[in-house]
Antibody, heavy 121, light 110 residues
Framework: EVQLVESGGGLVQPGRSLRLSCAASGFTFDDYAMHWVRQAPGKGLEWVSG????????GYADSVKGRFTISRDNAKNSLYLQMNSLRAEDTALYYC??????????????WGQGTLVTVSS | QSALTQPPSASGSPGQSVTISCTGTSSDVGGYNFVSWYQQHPGKAPKLMIYEVNKRPSGVADRFSGSKSGNTASLTVSGLQAEDEADYYCSSYAGNDIVVFGGGTKLTVL
């Protein structure tokens, strides 16, 4: 059974940093691209960032480019999101999602339950 | 990176069909056959319903179908059932390792 378990969320002050993690199991992690997708309270889904199986392709939404860094450790079956210079508008539930492709950013067939990030003073 | 355009709401009676549109540009929806649709019930994670424009994952009812014409993709739900009431989101690959989502459509079963 595919499982994606996010962690690392919490309350953080504007301008500070936070690192999210996603532990994957139930599939061959290094065969697939992975993504972070967020959802602000009461709002829609927003793709944040994606990374191919070997970290050779990485993409970011304009809203986070230069502030967030996605990475993965295939030996640990884990996905990460380093979030720096956090803003109030980054407040959201952050989902980890598995792609159906290894190298391309196509679609997300499994999702975690999300970890909540709240940016507030 | 502009969000895809979806109607905020759609509705239909049980047994009817409803179609939700998702309009983008030639740089996303129109340029690639990588359009997906997700269903999200309140408090739950999204669920993949359609991928690569018109393909259904195993376990998804064949009442759900997808299509695309030019820069607009569509999700059709036939034989509406109460459990279909949810938010629906489209997404598309937009080139240069970027994905964009639509703003979401709240489907109400009357």
């Amino acid at each position: 059974e595919v499982q994606l378990v996010e962690s690392g969320g919490g309350l953080v002050q504007p301008g500070r940093s936070l690192r999210l993690s996603c532990a994957a199991s139930g599939f061959t992690f290094d065969d697939y691209a992975m993504h972070w997708v967020r959802q602000a309270p009461g709002k829609g889904l927003e793709w944040v960032s994606g990374i191919s199986w070997n970290s050779g392709s990485i993409g970011y939404a304009d809203s986070v480019k230069g502030r967030f860094t996605i990475s993965r450790d295939n030996a640990k079956n884990s996905l990460y999101l380093q979030m720096n210079s956090l803003r109030a508008e980054d407040t959201a539930l952050y989902y980890c999602a598995k792609d159906t492709s290894s190298a391309y950013f196509i679609d997300f067939d499994y999702w975690g339950q999300g970890t909540l990030v709240t940016v507030s003073s | 990176q502009s969000a895809l355009t979806q109607p905020p709401s759609a509705s239909g009676s049980p047994g009817q069909s409803v179609t939700i549109s998702c309009t983008g540009t030639s740089s996303d929806v129109g340029g690639y056959n990588f359009v997906s649709w997700y269903q999200q019930h309140p408090g739950k994670a999204p669920k993949l319903m359609i991928y690569e424009v018109n393909k259904r994952p195993s376990g998804v009812a064949d009442r759900f179908s997808g299509s695309k014409s030019g820069n607009t993709a569509s999700l059709t739900v036939s034989g509406l059932q109460a459990e279909d009431e949810a938010d629906y989101y489209c997404s598309s690959y937009a080139g240069n390792d970027i994905v964009v989502f639509g703003g979401g459509t709240k489907l109400t079963v009357l």
